[in-house]
């Protein structure tokens, strides 16, 4: 892992800067997993939870990981109010990432899965990797579940962290 923004990450940030390769390594130290790609837009987008919170309805499928509008997410410009940390005076667009579940919760309880971050998904294609849910540095329309995004397997930048999952059995 490298220095997003020219300092270490503190332990409330998500954890970018980092390669497939990289998460995916940390995610097997830790037991887990990457998510695959239909994976995370299940997890995302459609509301699996026996009793959600309003405004949430069970089995019914979203169009951003905040619900029905992108409000509170961190993204750039169009998701209202943001949580973010201020990294302005060292980027060329945006104000930077959130600290890890500041943002509004969304579909199935989860935090961040709509923009903050990208996140690495597991898609099998060995040169090119999924990234899903957007990114502060992107608008709203990179959050919905029908946005296909993948970058080299190598990249590391500051908007592209990721989560691991856990096998239940």
Known sequence: MRPPYGRLGQDDEPAVHVTFDDAAAYCRWAGKRLPSEQGWIEA????????????????RIYPYPTGDSPEGANCLGDCGKTPAIDYSAVLERGRGHAKARTTRPGVNGLYDMGANVWEWVDTGDQAQKGTRGGAWWYGAAQMRADYDASKPRDMAVVYIGFRCVKDIR
């Open 44 to 59: 995302a987008y459609t509301e699996r939870r026996m009793a959600p919170l309003s405004p949430f309805m069970r089995g």
